[in-house]
């Protein structure tokens, strides 16, 4: 069962919009939570993240929210670039050694159309 | 340049050939680990190493070996693959292992390897 879940494999976006991608997940001992973005060929890059003691982390255009109580994250970005075209993947972890492990999500395919 | 590299990039390979891929980072990062990226399953993770001679296993790591001998080298082997092992595989690494804030892993452009 997978503890990490983005329910929506894809989004398509118009340029200068606002684009949100979500991200849901289960096990409560996840306390660290980060966004990593991949374009085709390449391996995936770091993003933003956000701590379990925070709702909110902002990045330039990227702004990551935690909502605890419903074990939700979205990924924010505005406004949306064609450059932002990509898959994006959350991912979490815990503390101690499972602070060794990332748990990701399916991945998110954001198409922003000029 | 930092960075972790992979090869090869690409392999086709029939069933039970033993292969092996590299990973190698420069930046003196402790921690290393591999992943296989499958659709609509992210990426998962198959073994990971907190240093050198210190290996352990990840959410998948059936019908996959990994050393550590080396902090820099993170070599991933394939005795017997089998067609569902048909994956693209990640190699990545991170400064220190066990520091549950921050935890940016820098990750290789990726081997796609397809069993036959």
């Known amino acids: 069962d997978q503890q990490v879940k983005q329910n929506s494999p894809s989004l398509s976006v118009q340029e200068g919009r606002i684009s949100i991608l979500n991200c849901d997940y289960t096990?409560?001992?996840?306390?660290?939570f980060l966004w990593y973005k991949k374009y085709p060929a390449e391996g995936p890059t770091f993003l933003i993240s956000?701590?379990?003691?925070?709702d909110k982390n902002e990045d330039g255009r990227f702004t990551v929210f935690l909502n605890k109580s419903a074990k939700h994250l979205s990924l924010h970005i505005v406004p949306s670039q064609p450059g932002d075209s990509a898959v994006y993947f959350c991912?979490?972890?815990?503390?101690?050694?499972?602070?060794?492990?990332?748990?990701f999500g399916g991945g998110t395919r954001l198409m922003v159309k000029p | 340049e930092a960075q972790v590299t992979q090869n090869p990039r690409y392999l086709i390979t029939v069933t039970g050939k033993k292969l092996t891929v590299t990973c190698s980072q420069n930046m003196n990062h402790e921690y290393m680990s591999w992943y296989r990226q499958d659709p609509g399953l992210g990426l998962r993770q198959i073994y990971y190493s907190m240093n050198v001679e210190v290996t352990d296993k990840g959410d998948v790591p059936e019908g996959y070996k990994v050393s550590r001998k080396e902090k820099r080298n993170f070599p991933l082997i394939l005795e017997s693959p089998s067609p569902n092992q048909t994956s693209l595989y990640f190699c990545?690494?991170?400064?220190?292992w066990g520091a549950g804030g921050y935890n940016e892993q820098f990750f290789g452009p990726g081997t796609r390897l397809t069993v036959l």
């Open positions: 990545a690494s991170r400064l220190q």
């Open positions: 956000i701590s379990s003691i925070k």
């Open positions: 991912a979490a972890s815990g503390t101690g050694n499972a602070g060794n492990m990332l748990t």
């Open positions: 096990n409560s001992m996840f306390d660290y």
